[in-house]
């Protein structure tokens, strides 16, 4: 199973909006809409963001948001803050109980 | 509060065997698959396989059959993953994760341990 793919990285200014990808194939991301996304400061475990590609667990601002489109699902930070400085991955479900995770993406806040 | 806490940080030499604990409170450990994913330095996140702690039932990566065991001891809500003939490959931060959904396994982990650094060197 290979990894999915994002962005090494990716920048914006304070409130801007940006928008990472995650590319997989029509056996995972494509097939499923199981696909989640971590937020990952430096130093500590991952944080979960979002579940079933668009879901939003409580306590997770609604400036996180994601989607989907064929292959190739999205995460997107709108009112971009100092604190969303940090590393995102996107995970989906690979069928057969699997799971994969993207390479990472490290997001510079300017 | 719900809550994952790891055991600390191991060294081991090439081809040992090393076993991380991760201890659940907070909730009933037997509702929820526990999953292991790992994270070498200055890499990304590997998944590893879950276990099913009601039942014991587990499913591994591809990568790591034949060398992990993950199992669970319902009288101390406690997850194990053993990990045998260690190489400097594997030394990598190694975390558990609770899946979100109650009674089976869904897409997505809400709840993570701390890490256990396992550092493999001769």
């Known amino acids: 199973q290979s990894a999915l793919t994002q962005p090494a990285s990716v920048s914006g200014s304070p409130g801007q909006s940006i928008t990472i990808s995650c590319t997989g194939t029509?056996?995972?991301?494509?097939?499923?809409?199981?696909v989640s996304w971590y937020q990952q400061h430096p130093g500590t475990a991952p944080k979960f963001m979002i579940y079933e590609v668009n879901k939003r667990p409580s306590g997770v601002s609604n400036r996180f948001s994601g989607s989907k489109s064929g292959n190739t699902a999205s995460l997107t930070i709108s009112g971009l803050q100092a604190e969303d400085e940090a590393d995102y991955y996107c995970?989906?479900?690979?069928?057969?109980?699997?799971?994969?995770f993207g390479g990472g993406t490290k997001l510079t806040v300017l | 509060q719900v809550q994952l806490v790891q055991s600390g940080a191991e060294v081991k030499k090439p081809g040992a065997s090393v076993k991380v604990s991760c201890k659940a409170s907070?909730?009933?450990?037997?509702?929820?698959?526990m999953h292991w994913v790992r994270q070498a330095p200055g890499q990304g996140l590997e998944w590893m396989g879950w276990i099913n702690p009601n039942s014991g039932d587990t499913k591994y990566a591809q990568n790591f059959q034949g060398r992990v065991t993950m199992t669970g001891d319902t009288s101390n809500s406690t997850a194990y993953m053993e990990l045998s003939r260690l190489t400097s490959d594997d030394t990598a931060v190694y975390y558990c994760?609770?899946?979100?959904?109650?009674?089976?396994?869904?897409?997505?982990?809400?709840?993570w341990g701390q890490g256990t650094m396992v550092t493999v060197s001769s």
């Open positions: 029509s056996s995972d991301v494509g097939f499923y809409n199981l």
């Open positions: 995970c989906s479900y690979a069928g057969s109980s699997t799971f994969v």
């Open positions: 907070g909730y009933t450990f037997t509702g929820h698959y």
């Open positions: 994760a609770r899946d979100r959904r109650w009674g089976s396994s869904s897409d997505a982990f809400d709840i």
